[in-house]
């Protein structure tokens, strides 16, 4: 079962962004995309899984989203599931977070 993270933030996490934190932490690694760009993979250089970025939604309700995660920002507006695989929990959490800079946001488990 793979670690659930919930990215808030205001500007949804682009392929470029991605990219550019996977190449800063992962010089080898790459990223893989699936369903025309819903479902994103990263990987390092050996091929071995970070963790997967999905679509960005848009928060209808706050007090959901703020319930759903261990430490809400106090500004968000989209919602981006990421999991982790449990094999590489400190290397794809740290990936998340360079992501989450990247967009201005916050990562954190869900509840």
């Known amino acids: 079962m793979p670690i659930e993270l919930g990215l808030l933030s205001e500007v949804a996490p682009s392929d470029e962004a991605i990219a550019r934190a996977i190449a800063e932490t992962h010089p080898e690694g790459q990223l893989v995309s699936f369903e025309d760009g819903a479902v994103r993979h990263a990987v390092d250089g050996t091929g071995a899984s970070l963790l997967t970025v999905f679509e960005s939604q848009p928060i209808v309700d706050p007090t959901s ?47």
Request: glycine content about 8%; cysteine-free; overall charge neutral.
């Open 65 to 111: 989203a703020v319930a759903a995660i261990a430490h809400p920002p106090t500004a968000f507006g989209l919602w981006t599931d990421v999991t982790v695989p449990r094999s590489e929990p400190q290397r794809g959490r740290a990936l998340a977070e360079q992501i989450a800079a990247a967009v201005g946001g916050t990562v954190t488990e869900r509840v």
